[in-house]
């Protein structure tokens, strides 16, 4: 088969077209599963890169976004909030909304459903001064905890075994060294590169929502429930969003915007400021982990223990919550409940005496959570493999050479080969070369965490000891997903997870206090820029021979502990809490001398 026409090997003129073979009948045949798969030596397109076609247009800047629809007689859109959420379930509860406040900003009118608030305007900018300038008296909510990680700590939780084999206390006793350390983690944002937007046609037959959901199926159930319409009367368009990898709040803006526009009987377009993006975020959850590990003489892993405390993701978004008046609401079971089912901390090793403990922490008072790119698998990694590279340098070995000796699986032993190799990776022990120079340099190697696929990063950083800025120079970052279609998608999959990574574990955090959060701009919740980010080098480990698993996001978690591990031995310190900021680096340099 190739370009649409069968044909007989050795006999090329004996062929078909398929759509002579289908002729004007309905292709209903059935499979059965049976017919021989073409031999790997023979794939033409499988295992080949091809170039994405949307690219031209987004580096040129005319690709269209969400951001950029437009239709005639619309209105503007914007929420009106507290700046910052508070703790979840305080919700955002108005008690007083003085209009008149707004009466000199022609055609601005407020929208209040339940105790969802916005305003509409005919012109985008009178929409912003609406939203700026009306009065609102909220209601005072209870305080967010004032250290978050002592507070998680104390919680009432709901424990799972994750993992329990073999006698892990005993195995303890008997090791000839012992890592053991506490991790903290924290919340961040999903900070797309332009804050979502959403546009929507509600009428009394129907409703029209154009958005950047990722489950037009669910957002359309979603939509029925604040709009009180039948499910079949809501058509959901999809436009791709500038930039979100996880749950963002593109729900949120398309709820928003469908709540307007049934208000004012007219299609609203609503748009998030960057206040309201980073301000009222769904955010990937802080983790508290506490990690211990135990080698033999030989160096040979002998015990592993991981306790981790976070709490799990949202069911509904904000604007719904609002509208409808419901109470909070968390998922804690099933497989979108992430302490229990993703937490495959340390996995990749072969270890005879394994534990590993969740600590579901419940949401209320906390901030609100939900899935961002490689959900936790940053804080899990960046606890699991500072411990694993604790272990290698108490038995004086090469962090390299330790995890060969320790793998547990051929695949997770393939890209931390493949990640090495791209990098010339030199044998020595961590941290077995420092200097008091301003700049040092560093290099660490670690594993993501599993989830579909497999993952290894080597990075190498540098560390100016005066200032405390980390800078990453150079990630090297490893990829198995089975048998890959195309390789350049993988590789843009690579690329991106690296770059992200590196702004994630040096840079952001969602900051509150007890009021609410206040990481609300560029400024208080910084992002790694374009001339900070590591140069990447991508590598495809290609198994044609293993089904397809999609390439997942192991990549992620490797690179923030690759970059914690490179820091040991630019410095001989470990900084065991991220974002690894200037004011950190500087106080566990200080704290060593």
């Known amino acids: 088969m190739s370009k649409g026409v069968v044909s007989i090997d050795g006999h090329p003129t004996r062929s078909v077209t398929y759509g002579a073979l289908l002729g004007d009948k309905p292709f209903n045949v059935k499979f059965t599963g049976t017919a021989p798969q073409k031999p790997i030596n023979r794939y033409k397109l499988v295992g080949a890169s091809v170039p994405r076609v949307d690219i031209p247009a987004k580096a040129g800047g005319t690709y269209v976004h969400m951001q950029h629809v437009r239709v005639p007689d619309m209105l503007h859109g914007r929420i009106v909030r507290p700046r910052g959420q508070r703790a979840y379930g305080a919700g955002a509860k108005p008690l007083s909304i003085d209009e008149s406040s707004i009466a000199d900003i022609a055609g601005a009118r407020v929208v209040r459903k339940g105790d969802f608030v916005g305003v509409v305007a005919a012109r985008e900018w009178d929409a912003v001064k609406a939203a700026r300038a009306l009065k609102v008296t909220w209601q005072e909510s209870p305080p967010l905890p004032e250290n978050l990680f002592d507070s998680m700590r104390a919680a009432k939780t709901t424990d799972t075994v994750i993992a329990d084999w073999g006698d892990a206390a005993g195995a303890f006793a008997q090791a000839a060294h012992v890592a053991s350390s506490t991790y903290r983690c924290p919340y961040q944002s999903h900070a797309p590169f332009a804050a979502n937007c959403a546009l929507a046609d509600v009428r009394p037959n129907g409703a ?55 208000a004012v009987a007219k299609p609203v377009r609503v748009q998030f400021t960057r206040s309201d993006e980073l301000g009222w975020d769904d955010y990937g959850p802080a983790h508290l982990a506490d990690v211990r590990a135990g080698i033999d003489a030989s160096g040979k892993l002998v015990a592993y223990e991981y306790h981790g405390w976070q709490h ?39 270890v005879a005496n394994r534990r590993v ?39 004086k070995l090469d962090p390299l050479a330790f995890r060969r000796n320790n793998i547990g699986d051929a695949r997770w032993l393939g890209v931390l080969n493949a990640a090495a190799a791209a ?113 990447v080098t991508a590598v495809v480990v290609q198994r044609l021979d293993e089904p397809s698993t999609g390439a997942g996001e192991e990549v992620m978690g490797a690179t923030a502990a690759a970059i914690a591990n490179a820091f040991f031995d630019a410095t001989g310190v470990r900084l065991r809490q991220y974002p690894m900021t200037p004011r950190r680096v500087k106080a566990a340099l200080a704290a060593k001398t």
């Open 208 to 262: 029209l929502v154009m958005s950047s959901t990722q489950d037009i199926y669910n957002s359309r159930e979603m939509l029925a429930q604040v709009l009180g319409l039948a499910v079949d009367k809501i058509r959901v368009q999809y436009h791709e969003g500038s930039g979100t990898f996880g749950r963002s709040c593109y729900e949120d803006a398309a709820q928003a915007a469908a709540v307007m526009s049934q």
């Open 312 to 350: 799990g993701w949202m069911v509904n978004e904000t604007t719904h919550e609002l509208v409808l008046l419901t109470p909070p609401k968390e998922r804690t079971t099933g497989a979108a409940s992430i302490p229990v089912n993703r937490m495959s901390t340390g996995s990749m090793y072969a």
């Open 357 to 395: 403990v969740s600590h579901a922490v419940p949401m209320v008072g906390y901030l609100k959570g939900a899935p961002l790119r490689s959900p936790l698998d940053l804080s899990f990694a960046f606890a699991s493999e500072q411990t694993i590279d604790e272990l290698a340098f108490m038995a």
């Open 423 to 535: 990098a010339a990776w030199k044998p020595k022990v961590a941290a077995s070369s420092l200097s008091d120079a301003e700049v040092v340099t560093g290099r660490g190697i670690a594993l993501g965490t599993h989830h579909v696929s497999y993952g290894a990063a080597v990075a190498d950083i540098g560390v100016d000891r005066r200032t405390g800025n980390i800078v990453a120079t150079h990630v090297y970052g490893a990829l198995d997903a089975g048998q890959v279609i195309n390789p350049g998608l993988v590789e843009n999959q690579i690329v991106g997870q690296a770059i992200q990574a590196t702004s994630r574990v040096l840079k952001e955090e969602v900051t509150f206090d007890k009021s609410g959060v206040t990481s609300l701009d560029w400024v208080s919740y910084p992002v790694l820029r374009f001339a900070e980010h590591p140069q």
